[in-house]
């Protein structure tokens, strides 16, 4: 039997070595002391768009605090490889039908972690009334259409049989050799029996099967978690516990770690980026990261549709001078896009045909937007809208509306959203009206996390309901296709994107984080996100 499990903890970046996550610290002690384990941590938050279910919570408010709370199939390390974790083996012996065994396992009420746990979860997530952000990650599995969705309004996928309590079985449409490598993200998590007899209550007071549990959660204040003791997997608690505190401005996070009222802030705000590395009352990290910042342009807009939309796309691209906001905004803790996902990625491809399109030139841009204007005249003004809760936002959409005004000619300016929930929603129902800042935290490592859940036709972080037949395509063959074809496969799949621009790129966000002083063992991961469970004071 060919097995993947003894493969499962080799599946790595490809650039881990680059992605060495160690401190620059500028104050306080770097030697790995122990700290201690009753000491609770406090890190910066944002408050949950939407009630803590694991397969409709796609943002990073509610999503820290679910990857907290719950344990998947596998984990990842900090440098992206993967371990098994609730799985006891994950085997398969033609990348097609995967047979899933697992290990004795609970939730925090006591109940057992068992294969219905897992499969009427994801049955749930993919049920079209069920209406889940999380539905498109199912999309790979037998019974289920393009966007994740059961087929003829059915609430049991064909691809998932109970083979008995320990064991399940996924069955998918095509081989996907690297099918485990998406078990450790949210989606695919486990759900408690109790979930099920009202999603909506226990999203408020959820029940897991991770490194902590949920105490509370008093919106738009904080979330507190204490120790899961019971919980035997990769990522036990080192600490007494982690509390999200709920910010609305980050420069006020940035005080509170310099008075040592917050321990940890995973991206110091753009008012201390000059001086942070330098700061004797906080400790300060720095690395190359993943996360990557874009602007949606939904194709609803007027005068976005077509070729007239691509035409004013492109321009409004060229017309960004990506490094001079990264220098001047983020004092060089951002790095202007080559594509869009991140250069650490495995299958990063350089120079791929129509990345031109990210280089800054402003008569090209000028000709191109007269070129759309010669379809049909632009009227109004062209808007972004941002969370102003998110360190940094304000400064560089005001940024990038000035340069498409002094550039292009034309009326750009920015629309503020007071947090993250209020911008989501209106994203989410349709109704925002505008093009909007968004950005990608990838769920797994591969290029393929940057294209599929954002790009692809009905795709749940599909925000500007962008679809394209050939592009969908290259990414099911992707899925097919391992090493070399694989990253051909997702190099020409970006070459449509780089035409079509449903997203513009603008930058991938370095580590440039804070601790207070006393903190220890602070680690920043694949995901530009703290190893919460290994912080100790």
């Known amino acids: ?81 993967q371990e098994l974790e ?23 009420d006591g109940t ?42 059915g609430t049991e996928m064909s691809g998932l049989k109970v083979v008995d309590e320990k064991t399940f079985e996924v069955t998918l449409k095509n081989p996907e050799a690297l099918f485990p490598l998406r078990l450790g993200y949210s989606a695919y998590f486990p759900l408690p029996d109790v979930a099920f007899e009202d999603m909506a209550a226990f999203g ?33 608690a080192m600490n007494g516990g982690v509390t999200f505190k709920f910010y609305t401005n980050p420069d006020s996070a940035y005080s509170d770690v310099q008075a040592g009222n917050l321990d940890v ?54 017309a960004l001078d990506r490094g001079e906001i990264t220098d001047k905004i983020f004092d060089g803790t951002r790095s202007p896009s080559k594509d869009f996902s991140s250069e650490l990625m495995p299958e990063f491809t350089e120079d791929i045909p129509g990345s031109e399109v990210l280089e800054f030139d402003a008569d090209e841009a000028k000709k191109l937007w007269a070129e759309a204007d010669a379809i049909a005249p632009f009227k109004g003004k062209f808007v972004v809208a941002y969370n102003g809760d998110g360190p940094g936002n304000k400064e560089w959409v005001e940024a990038v509306t ?14 503020a959203f007071a947090t993250f929930a209020e911008l989501r929603t209106k994203v989410t129902d349709r109704t925002i009206g505008t093009a909007f800042r968004t950005g990608w935290q990838p769920d797994y490592p591969s290029v393929y996390n940057y294209l599929g859940p954002i790009f692809g036709t009905g795709a749940g972080s599909n925000d500007g309901d962008y679809s394209n037949k050939e592009f969908d395509k290259l990414l099911n063959d992707a899925l097919g296709a391992e090493g070399d074809e694989q990253a051909q496969l997702l190099a020409q799949a970006q070459e449509i994107l780089f035409k079509d621009l449903p997203a513009i790129p603008l930058w991938n966000t370095n580590v440039a984080a804070v601790a207070a002083k006393g903190v220890e063992n602070v680690e920043f991961n694949w995901q530009n996100k703290p190893e919460y469970q290994n912080i100790t004071k």
Do not use: H
């Open 402 to 415: 000035n340069q498409l005004k002094n550039n292009l000619g034309i009326q750009a300016e920015p629309k």
């Open 112 to 153: 057992p972690v068992t294969a219905e746990s897992f499969v009427k979860a994801w049955n749930y997530g993919a049920t079209a009334k069920n209406a889940q952000l999380q539905s498109y990650f199912y999309y790979p599995i037998e019974g289920t259409d393009d966007e994740g969705i059961i087929v003829d309004n």
């Open 204 to 236: 408020k007071a959820p029940i897991g099967n991770g490194p902590y549990k949920l105490d509370s959660w008093e919106n738009n204040v904080e979330a507190v978690m204490s120790p899961n003791e019971d919980y035997d997997g990769n990522r036990k």
């Open 265 to 318: 802030l995973d991206q110091a705000p753009p008012s201390a980026l000059t001086t942070f590395k330098t700061d004797d009352a906080v400790q300060a990290f720095e690395a190359a990261g993943t996360v990557n910042s874009t602007i949606t342009i939904p194709d609803s807009l007027p005068g976005f549709k077509g070729e007239e939309g691509n035409l004013r796309r492109q321009a409004l691209s060229r």
């Open 86 to 108: 609730v799985a006891e083996s994950i085997e398969s012996e033609d990348d097609k039908v995967w047979t899933i065994k697992l290990k004795d396992w609970n939730f925090t």
């Open 1 to 81: 039997m060919r097995t993947r499990r003894s493969a499962l903890a080799g599946i790595a970046i490809a650039a881990a070595a680059s992605l060495t996550l160690a401190a620059c610290s500028s104050g306080g002690d770097d030697d790995g002391g122990s700290g201690s384990t009753d000491s609770v941590i406090t890190a910066f938050g944002t408050e949950p768009q939407n009630p803590l279910v694991t397969t409709n919570t796609n943002e990073v408010g509610g999503g820290n605090i679910i990857d907290l709370i719950y344990a998947g199939l596998v984990s990842y390390k900090a440098d992206g490889s």
